[in-house]
């Protein structure tokens, strides 16, 4: 990577934790890996079946998408954010929510001068994206009490990676009054939506937060966790008609655009709500396994209300608790990967099979 490129961006953080996952695969009964939350369950019947059945799409497909998904994706805002009269002209399929993530900045042409601001605790790709355009990387505690001078672009993540921690109704009406009031647009990181365990997470797009009106607001959400879809790449976006339209224009000319099966699979995700049940169960059962015997070994678990981590500390340093279990074959992800507020925490993944979390919960016992 030349000097010019590895300036603009972070040390990849995730080839720290390499000598502790050594560890890891060394215990006698090999490791237990709760560091990534990337899904193990099997793709659902109903995904792969809609995929096969596309599979012979010889034409390039549309960045927009097909008018099926497109009216797949409308139909589940409505149903399941309770979001009103969400048109086609409201929505965008994204090629995982990470590349949106990562680029949004850039494709909305921020820059030098301009700020970019999102959760003291958050996915390290807010900061990345806020770097690749030239923009300043701003963390916030609450949001309203940011200097909004500069400010054009505001990340909400609820439920929260890594903390699992849920904005109230309350709270999201507080800060969308206030990015209008002051002309900041509102980009909401809601892939763990469907995730809440103690909380019931709202969208931003729930018409008692928006009052009914999309100005100023896009959600972003992704099929990888509820549908085990990672490997398939797609997520997408909903919210302000123009600035999607805007969006669509750009991706477009960089030619961004999802495989036509991988389209007919979302849309057949997003009408099937039975595996999404199916999977929720299995991460609840994994999550109070992993909760009880966290605890039983003396960890205290924050936040966690929902998404699919617990957000866990023993009171000491992250990198003392990474060593600490991978020593039990345990592999987790320190806490100062979010930020320097985690630097006391670590962030355990419930997306391992049932027969490796029971391995771990053994191990901690």
Same mark, same amino acid.
């Given at each position: 990577m030349s000097s010019a490129v590895s300036s603009r961006l972070p040390?990849?953080? @995730?080839?720290?934790?390499?000598?502790?996952? %050594?560890?890891? #695969?060394a215990h006698q009964d090999g490791i237990v890996d709760l560091s990534v939350g990337t899904p193990v369950d099997p793709?659902?019947?109903?995904? !792969?079946?809609?995929?096969?059945?596309?599979?012979?799409?010889?034409?390039?497909?549309?960045? @927009?998408?097909?008018?099926?998904? #497109?009216?797949?994706i409308t139909g589940w805002c409505e149903k399941r954010l309770g979001a009103v009269d969400v048109k086609h002209t409201n929505v965008l399929p994204i090629v995982g929510s990470k590349?949106?993530?990562? @680029?949004?900045?850039? !494709?909305?042409?921020?820059?030098?001068?301009?700020?970019?601001?999102?959760?003291?605790?958050?996915?390290?790709?807010?900061?990345?994206?806020?770097?690749?355009?030239?923009?300043?990387?701003?963390?916030?505690?609450?949001?309203? &009490?940011?200097?909004?001078?500069?400010?054009?672009? /505001? @990340?909400?993540?609820?439920?929260?990676?890594?903390?699992?921690?849920?904005?109230? !109704?309350?709270?999201?009406v507080r800060i969308v009054a206030w990015a209008r009031e002051h002309g900041v647009l509102i980009a909401s990181d809601e892939c763990y939506l469907e995730l809440g365990w103690e909380a019931d997470p709202v969208s931003v797009l729930h018409p008692d937060v928006c009052g009914g009106t999309y100005e100023g607001?896009?959600?972003?959400?992704?099929?990888?966790?509820?549908?085990?879809?990672?490997?398939? #790449?797609?997520?997408?976006? %909903?919210?302000?008609? &123009?600035?999607?339209?805007?969006?669509? &224009?750009? #991706?477009?000319?960089?030619?961004?655009?999802?495989?036509?099966?991988? &389209?007919? %699979?979302?849309?057949?995700?997003?009408?099937?709500?039975?595996h999404v049940q199916e999977q929720r169960a299995r991460y609840a059962a994994r999550r109070t396994v992993l909760r009880d015997a966290l605890e039983a070994h003396g960890f205290r678990i924050e936040h966690s209300e929902a998404s699919l981590y617990l957000w866990a500390t023993r009171?000491? =340093?992250?990198?003392?608790?990474?060593?600490?279990?991978?020593? /039990?074959?345990?592999?987790? %992800?320190? =806490?100062?990967?979010? =930020?320097?507020?985690?630097a006391q925490f670590v962030r355990v993944a419930l997306t391992a099979t049932d027969e490796r979390v029971e391995a771990a919960a053994k191990r901690l016992s």
């Open positions: 040390a990849f953080p @995730w080839d720290k934790l390499e000598p502790y996952k %050594a560890t890891a #695969r793709v659902p019947d109903v995904i !792969q079946k809609a995929l096969i059945a596309a599979a012979d799409s010889p034409g390039y497909p549309t960045v @927009w998408g097909t008018t099926d998904l #497109r009216d797949a590349e949106l993530v990562a @680029w949004l900045p850039t !494709q909305l042409g921020l820059g030098a001068g301009d700020k970019v601001a999102y959760p003291r605790l958050a996915y390290p790709t807010y900061e990345v994206g806020a770097r690749l355009c030239g923009a300043e990387a701003v963390v916030y505690d609450d949001p309203t &009490q940011l200097d909004p001078t500069d400010l054009k672009l /505001l @990340w909400l993540n609820s439920p929260s990676n890594p903390t699992g921690r849920v904005l109230s !109704q309350d709270e999201l607001l896009i959600a972003v959400h992704s099929l990888s966790k509820r549908s085990n879809f990672a490997g398939y #790449r797609l997520a997408f976006l %909903a919210g302000d008609e &123009q600035l999607v339209g805007e969006l669509l &224009q750009i #991706r477009k000319h960089g030619g961004m655009m999802t495989a036509a099966p991988v &389209q007919a %699979a979302a849309a057949a995700a997003l009408r099937d709500d039975a009171g000491e =340093g992250c990198w003392e608790t990474v060593a600490h279990l991978a020593e /039990l074959g345990i592999l987790v %992800a320190p =806490g100062d990967f979010y =930020g320097e507020a985690g």
